[in-house]
């Protein structure tokens, strides 16, 4: 079992930055996926970002695809989202996700049955 910690998450003004850290211990997948999902109040979850095992792929939703990036530290377990120029809308909570690599495709990277594991999530508020 994997499990995720995630932080940085907290309270930022409109058109700020955040990192967030999500870090696995545990069992991890020999060849893993590592994913961010967030949940805005009274919507669904959805897809932000992932990026493949060796760092190499990385994926985003067209909602922040201008204003985020992914990166991993793999001797450190630890995968990261830079968010910037961040918007009321993005207030949620965000959650680190992940899944063996093996059973992904490009279409269905945002797929959120194919991730295993899922941290506790961590909030971020956009506000002035």
């Known amino acids: 079992q994997v499990q995720l910690v995630e932080s940085g998450g907290g309270l930022v003004q409109p058109g700020g930055s955040l990192r967030l850290s999500c870090t696995a211990s545990?069992?991890?997948?020999?060849?893993?996926?590592m994913g961010w999902f967030r949940q805005a109040p009274g919507k669904e979850r959805e897809f932000v970002a992932a990026i493949t095992d060796n760092g190499g792929t990385t994926f985003h939703a067209d909602a922040m695809k201008s204003r985020s990036t992914i990166a991993k530290e793999n001797d450190k377990n630890t995968v990261y989202l830079q968010m910037n120029m961040l918007k009321p809308d993005d207030t949620a909570v965000y959650y680190c996700a992940t899944g063996n690599q093996n059973l992904f495709t490009k279409g269905t990277i945002g797929t959120e049955s194919l991730y295993a594991s899922w941290g506790q999530g961590t909030q971020v508020t956009v506000s002035s």
């Open positions: 545990g069992r991890t997948f020999s060849v893993s996926i």
